[in-house]
């Protein structure tokens, strides 16, 4: 008589987390401090959210954690970029012009720089040149929609009354041509190029490691 035990049956795997959002939560990390960090989200995920929450609540609390990463490290650009294009549109307002090419000019060139320092700043602090594309494509979103809004309120609210004066007018509808679409495409470029910068900085003069206020 055989003493052997039945063959036990396959344990099933553990759904992985949302792979797209740990690769993208990777270019907002520093490369000092990434693998540690993803591990202690993935043991959470694993071991917590997934009993807890199961598959799909498991997946939104992952993706709410990029979200937080993703949101400290773009806002600050973001907010930078939000102020030169509202800047803009104020001083449009308040020294009124009919011709506008060399404020766009200018604009344009103060655009690049804050996207290319963005660039510069991720690449170098996660050793990833997608990182500053990721960072540019996020903090170009952020700007439009700050922005548009600005624009929005500043028509709803002061429009009424300073209609009569056109050049002033002007100057105010003109802070409702967001060019959403060039400012993705320069950001993008501008992002990319300063993420090569940095990413070559970085192997002369590594990034910071993680801290929670970084």
Do not use: K
Request: hydrophobic share 50%; aromatic share 10%.
């Amino acid at each position: 008589m055989s003493s052997t035990q039945p063959p036990r049956a396959p344990q099933p795997s553990q759904p992985p987390a949302p792979p797209w959002s740990v690769g993208f939560l990777a270019l907002f990390l520093p490369a000092r401090g990434r693998d540690g960090i993803l591990g202690d989200l993935l043991e959470e995920y694993h071991e917590t959210q997934l009993p807890a929450r199961g598959v799909n609540g498991a997946d939104w609390w992952f993706a709410r954690q990029t979200f937080s990463f993703l949101w400290r490290m773009c806002l600050p650009w973001g907010l930078l970029m939000s102020a030169t294009l509202v800047g803009r549109d104020i001083f449009d307002v308040a020294m009124p012009t009919s011709d506008f090419r060399l404020r766009s000019v200018v604009t344009t060139w103060a655009a690049i720089s804050v996207f290319g320092a963005a660039g510069i700043y991720a690449g170098w602090r996660a050793q990833q040149v997608l990182s500053g594309t990721a960072v540019a494509i996020v903090v170009a979103i952020m700007a439009c929609v700050i922005s548009t809004l600005y624009a929005l309120a500043a028509v709803l609210l002061a429009g009424p009354t300073i209609a009569g004066n056109a050049l002033t007018y002007s100057g105010l509808m003109e802070a409702l041509d967001v060019p959403v679409v060039p400012i993705l495409i320069l950001g993008t470029l501008a992002g990319t190029i300063g993420g090569g910068i940095g990413r070559g900085l970085s192997a002369l003069w590594p990034g910071p490691p993680f801290s929670s206020r970084t």
